[in-house]
């Protein structure tokens, strides 16, 4: 609650000079004006002024309830800084120099990705590096000790790259990126994934409703078309033995009226059917030299029809 309270804080700095700000839906309601149409601020100009506010708050602003320590002195200023400052060269401890990108990973959010045959899956996208390839990870084999899951960290700008902790309780990690698979996500940043999956989701929904609805239809359809054929079935006296002893005359017959219902089919069309340019202008093979030939032409059935 005291960070989600300093949100409001933050914001109460510059909200009464930006334009575009959220207002409640009661105003929109009484006539007011749609805050999005006043929208100026890009996310690189809104970054820029949290940026801006956080420095003026280390560097100037005054903590007026800070619990001071007896030894502190009475003209150190209570200000964030300054009382970190003076921490350093007063108050006990070891502080340990990292680089900029291992802090940066450090702080970023984390979740529980499951592992499968295809990758790492988090937020429904897919991921794959090099070290789980060496690992065996994505093969189904007993021999092969493969976790279920594996502690990530992910920049909610960048839903490219991932970082697998593949130790517990240490910072070291891998780098894995999307694979061809979540293709469909590369450049996105998390808050665009999410967004476009949640239109998927009712997209497939919808779709969903559809299909079912024309299943249904189908079936009405298949179930007309069955009716229809066994009443119009031809009644037999023969024995099942004759039936059966005649079923492949009665197949060849029926073949033979199928092929002669095509057959006219055909003729009232009156449709040309055109061959190839390869196979009607075989003019153009006496011009081409062996080499041309063979590439053009290229016979099949010796490499086809040779032992292994």
């Known amino acids: 609650p005291v960070v989600e309270r300093y949100f409001k804080t933050m914001q109460a700095k510059f909200k009464p000079f930006a334009p575009g700000v959220v207002t409640g839906v009661k105003e929109k309601k009484k006539g007011g004006r749609d805050y999005r149409l006043d929208a100026s601020l890009t996310i690189s100009d809104f970054t820029k002024i949290m940026i801006n506010s956080i420095l003026m708050h280390n560097n100037t602003h005054q903590l007026k309830n800070y619990d001071r320590d007896s ?3 009475s003209d150190l200023p ?6 970190w400052n003076w921490g350093i060269q007063n108050r006990t401890g070891k502080l340990r120099s990292v680089s900029e990108k291992s802090l940066h990973i450090a702080l970023l959010p984390r979740k529980k990705g499951t592992l499968s045959d295809l990758g790492i899956k988090l937020f429904g996208n897919y991921y794959i590096c090099a070290e789980i390839r060496e690992q065996g990870w994505l093969h189904r084999k007993n021999a092969v000790n493969r976790p279920k899951s594996l ?10 790259t991932l970082y697998v902790f593949y130790e517990k309780d240490s910072l070291k990690y891998w780098q894995a990126h999307l694979s061809d698979r979540s293709r469909e996500f590369r450049g996105y940043s998390f808050w665009e994934v999410w967004q476009i999956q949640q239109e998927q989701k009712k997209t497939f929904a919808t779709q969903e409703t559809n299909s079912s609805l024309a299943l249904e239809e189908l079936e009405r359809e298949n179930e007309k078309i069955i009716q229809k054929a066994i009443k119009s079935k031809t009644k037999t006296f023969q024995t099942k033995t004759a039936q059966l002893a005649n079923i492949n005359d009665n197949r060849r017959k029926a073949k033979d009226e199928e092929r002669q219902s095509r057959q006219k089919n055909k003729s ?3 449709k040309i059917i055109q061959l190839p340019k390869t196979i009607t202008k075989e003019q153009n093979k006496s011009q081409l030299s062996d080499e041309e030939l063979v590439l053009k032409y290229p016979i099949y059935h010796n490499i086809l029809s040779d032992d292994d």
Not at 78 to 83: E, K, N, R, T
């Open 71 to 73: 030894d502190m002195p």
């Open 78 to 83: 209570a200000v964030p800084l300054q009382l």
């Open 151 to 160: 502690v990530v960290a992910y920049d909610p700008i960048d839903a490219n």
């Open 268 to 270: 009232r069309t009156g």
